[in-house]
């Protein structure tokens, strides 16, 4: 027997009618690309994005199509997105700190018709779009008096473009299941993949995302979404921000400490979200200017691991509680967020930033479990380290264009983390599976020795890579980088680890380099280090 409850499809360009209605007024601010503060609200936001998907349209933009966006978090790029999905077109965000020759590989495998894209990224396209064969046009998202002279393929400036459409139009209704957003793993090996996101996958993960256990965000807040729309679906926020009714903050081109630093004074920002680097630049600069953060309230770092000095000065010097965030983009993205459960509510101090290193516990929405290389399920002790898998509705279960299988027998999907779970069911990161350091049939976590390594006061950055050993297959070899105009010595870093993990553990070479390489979304590109360090020779013990 089937439930009597309405057939509401759940599409995601429903969250931009409520917000409209119930939060129109709500102001979006922007600070805009050609460089002055825009200021519009939900109401208008919609009324656009309307024209938008008229527009396209009228271009022949049809369910089912790609449409790429290479731009910054504004207004416009919000209003691009609700108009694709409103007629069942699908977003495809483009990372833009990609080469050049990936770009080129990831828009033409998603077979993108038309490209929305920010006057910033107007040479270097230029330049390689000869290499880009399926777009039929690039809409510039400026207006007429800031568009400038450009070789691109039928490109109009987007003010121009939804000018021609008065809005008189109804967004299309289709299947919940119908393809949404596309995003790509940066891919540190092999051909980046293709992850299809749906618009009911979108739509109940915004909820998942907003619970109070979550993000929590309300109505009251004011949301200021430093991580990029083409990070990973911005961890959800350009729908969970109108779905809840916040405003919005979007920091445009400029990431810089000063810049995001006057957004968040200036608009009272409660609760912003990001990458530890972009924190990092801010914290630098508080401490120059010995400014406050009166009105932040929460902050989520993810996307890598939040270092716990990092962790403990936003709560301790500035009275802002961090939000430790796991998740990936096949996985919408949040897989876990670290809110305290009141089994350790009450906790202070140390003992509440040893829980903060962890990255959290699912909501509602994602299972987890973590196996033995056989696929054997491991215990949630706290201390045994396994693959960790995943399960949901916004958890990929294929790629695009791509028939391999996935998922393990019970639709578990292998996240390439290994982590730990403990008995309250917080999940923590040791390690991708790829970094491990498979000593003597042991594994060795690479990250939990960066993080040591990183503590010691001369040391900027450190990367922890498995190297070839005779008796024990790999060992750890420490690569650092040393701060600006400091020296120090292997033994005096080895040292400084020195009984603070066991002894097995301890990094058997030390290489100091002037730079580790990045992936486009700053993680230590460990394959490039690997490779440079594959004729290493560890001292003979
Ligand atoms: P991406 O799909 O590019 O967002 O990358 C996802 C990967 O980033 C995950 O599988 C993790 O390896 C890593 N990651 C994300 N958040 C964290 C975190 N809080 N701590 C450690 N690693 C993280």
Known sequence: MLGLMQDWPL????????????????PVVTRSVEGPIHTTNYADIRKRALKVAQRLDRDGIKLGDRVATLAWNTWRHLECWYGILGIGAIYHTVNPRLFA??????????????????LTFLPILEKHAHGLKTIERYVVLTDAAHMPKTTLKNAVAYEEWIAEADGDFAWKSFDENTAAGMCYTSGTTGNPKGVLYSHRSNVLHA?????????G????????????????????????TPLTGASLILPGAKLDGPSIYELLDTYKVTFTAGVPTVWLALLQELEKTGAKLPHLKRIVIGGSASPRAMTQKFQDSYGVEVIHAWGMTEMSPLGSLCTMKPEYAALTGEAKLDIQMKQGHPPFGVEMKITDDKGKNLPWDGKTFGRLKVRGPAVA??????????????????????????????????????????????????IDLENLAVGHPKVAEAAVIGVQHPKWDERPLLVVVLKKDQRASKDEILAFMQGKIAKWWMPDDVAFVEEIPHTATGKILKTELRERFKDYRLPVQ
């Open 11 to 26: 599409l995601c360009h429903r969250i931009i009618d409520h917000a409209a209605i119930q939060h129109g007024a709500r």
């Open 101 to 118: 020759e990936q770009i080129c590989w990831i828009v033409n495998h998603a077979e993108d018709r038309m490209m929305f894209v920010d």
């Open 207 to 215: 909820f998942m995302a907003s619970l109070p256990d979550a993000k």
């Open 217 to 240: 965000i309300a109505a009251r807040d004011v949301v200021l979404p430093v991580v990029p729309l083409f990070h990973a679906n911005c961890w959800s926020l350009a729908f969970s």
């Open 397 to 446: 279960r294929r790629y695009f264009k791509d028939d391999s299988e996935i998922l393990d027998q019970e639709g578990f999907f292998d996240t390439g983390d290994v982590a730990t779970m403990d008995p309250h069911g917080y999940m923590q990161i040791t390690d991708r599976s790829k970094d491990v350091i498979k000593s003597g049939g042991e594994w060795i976590s690479s």
